[in-house]
């Protein structure tokens, strides 16, 4: 049975992953309001707290970072796994989680970027080094060039979860004391596994970083431009990595594919 119970958790991990807790909080607090038409465009958190307030978009933020702690406790429960000895298994509802999110069959399979649920999870299993390596973030909220900091924090989220990776990594090979504490020992059962942490952050990385290339206006346009889909995704992809030109969605439709980013250079100069 516990082979048939496993394809039924995955689809459960899809379908909760959908929950658009964004677009529900945000037109709870302003009735009306679609995000896939507002602001970013994006249903996440961060477009809820531009449009809707901050304490919508914190709300959206819990629900949404909730979304797949509650799929692990589902999974803890159902299956009878346990954080010590089963990471592994349990990690991979997490693909599904944000997938669903991602790609919510309740929204026509227009989503987010997953990041929140991905949050989530760093925090859940790696709570003291989740906080350190999100502090450098905390600062862009000060910056005075609202957009250069968003293009800037970013880039740092990108590399958050090799770093958080390389951690777990270092954690499983040494007994580093406090800074290994996470949610999981309130439950007596402390990770063991940190090398499925490790893996998972990379595979966290991953999907983030292509949900959103595949989000971004520009390869839309570039596509419609005649280029090829894997020609433009990899130009967007770089484009992505560099701080100046990540935050640029909206390239003008008349200039060829790559035109725009030296046309930023020229205006700069």
Same mark, same amino acid.
């Given at each position: ?24 909080i ?22 809820? &707290?531009?449009?809707?307030?901050? !304490? =919508?978009?914190?709300?959206?933020? @819990? /629900?949404?970072? +909730?979304?797949?702690?509650? #799929? $692990? ?35 026509? &399979?227009?989503?987010?970027?997953? !990041? =929140?649920?991905?949050?989530?999870? @760093? /925090?859940?299993? +790696?709570?003291?080094?989740? #906080? $350190? ?57 402390? #990770? $063991? ?6 893996v ?59 035109e ?10």
């Amino acid at each position: 049975m516990q082979s048939l119970h496993y394809p039924v958790l995955l689809v459960a991990a899809y379908l909760i992953g959908s929950i658009p807790f964004s677009q529900i909080i945000a037109a709870l607090f302003r009735p009306g309001i679609r995000l896939r038409e507002t602001g970013s465009e994006n249903i996440g958190a961060t477009n809820v &707290f531009v449009n809707a307030g901050p !304490l =919508a978009g914190f709300i959206a933020l @819990l /629900l949404d970072m +909730g979304k797949g702690i509650f #799929v $692990l406790f589902l999974a803890r429960a159902w299956m009878s796994w346990s954080f010590s000895e089963d990471l592994w298994q349990i990690l991979s509802l997490s693909v599904f989680v944000i997938l669903g999110h991602d790609y919510p069959v309740f929204t026509g &399979f227009k989503g987010g970027k997953g !990041l =929140a649920a991905m949050e989530g999870f @760093l /925090l859940f299993f +790696g709570t003291a080094w989740a #906080v $350190l390596v999100h502090l450098p973030q905390a600062q862009f909220l000060f910056h005075k060039d609202r957009r250069r900091a968003m293009a800037l924090a970013n880039v740092l989220v990108l590399l958050m979860f090799p770093l958080m990776s390389l951690l777990w990594h270092i954690e499983s090979l040494t007994d580093i004391g406090w800074l290994g504490w996470d949610f999981t020992r309130l439950f007596g059962e402390p #990770v $063991l596994q940190h090398e499925a942490l490790s893996v998972f952050s990379l595979i966290w990385m991953l999907m983030f970083f292509m949900q959103r290339v595949l989000d971004t206006p520009g390869l839309r346009e570039d596509v419609k431009k005649g280029v090829s889909f894997p020609r433009a995704f990899f130009i967007r992809g770089l484009f992505e990595l560099f701080p100046l030109e990540s935050d640029y969605r909206r390239p003008d439709p008349r200039m060829p594919m790559g035109e725009e980013a030296l046309f930023r250079k020229k205006e700069k100069e």
